[in-house]
């Protein structure tokens, strides 16, 4: 999944590439790849300047975060990122991050990962806390059983154990 820029000599590079999931190593990502990933677009080199333009799309599989059951989340990503050379990168006083270097991104020996950059873009499309659907009712806290699927008799009131002793002074 590398791109190797010093091919593009000024010029323009069409993309059309297609990867099945088991060409991504995601073992210890919080998310799995249900489809193949679809990448397309542009990359266009000025100089040590590159700019990769298209769009991201394929199915990814997560946990629901309520209820730990698996959904699909399909993502259909525009990119646009603006590559520079990793020796720009130099990183060495704190400084404050302006608007400007949030699509900058960075190449080494004039090769693109491609699949880190999709990898990247996949956690950004990915939704800030997952949900298998709005009203998901989540697992029983007393005996685990997920809430969607059946229902429960547990008692799911929480009775702090340091108050106990204070329940004795009240009669």
């Known amino acids: 999944m590398l791109l190797d820029l010093s091919r593009l000599r000024g010029g323009v590079e ?5 990867y099945e999931p088991s060409a991504f190593n995601l073992a210890q990502e919080e998310f799995r790849l ?3 990933v ?23 599989e997560c946990d629901c975060g309520r209820c730990l059951e698996p959904f699909a989340v399909p993502i259909d990503a525009n990119v646009d990122v603006l590559l520079l050379p990793a020796s720009e990168n130099s990183g060495d006083a704190e400084q404050e991050v302006s608007e400007d270097d949030l699509g900058v991104s960075y190449y080494k020996d004039d090769v693109l990962d491609l699949g880190e950059l999709m990898r990247e873009q996949f956690y950004l499309a990915l939704p800030m806390k997952p949900l298998c659907r709005e009203d998901c009712k989540g697992l029983c806290p007393v005996c685990g059983i997920n809430r969607n699927r059946e229902t429960c008799t547990c008692d799911a009131t929480w009775v702090d154990p340091r108050m106990e002793a204070l329940k004795r002074f009240r009669t």
């Open 34 to 36: 249900a489809a193949p």
């Open 38 to 60: 679809e990448l397309t677009g542009e990359v266009r080199k000025d100089a040590q300047k590159v700019r990769l333009t298209g769009r991201i799309r394929t199915t990814l």
């Open 14 to 18: 069409t993309l059309a590439r297609r």
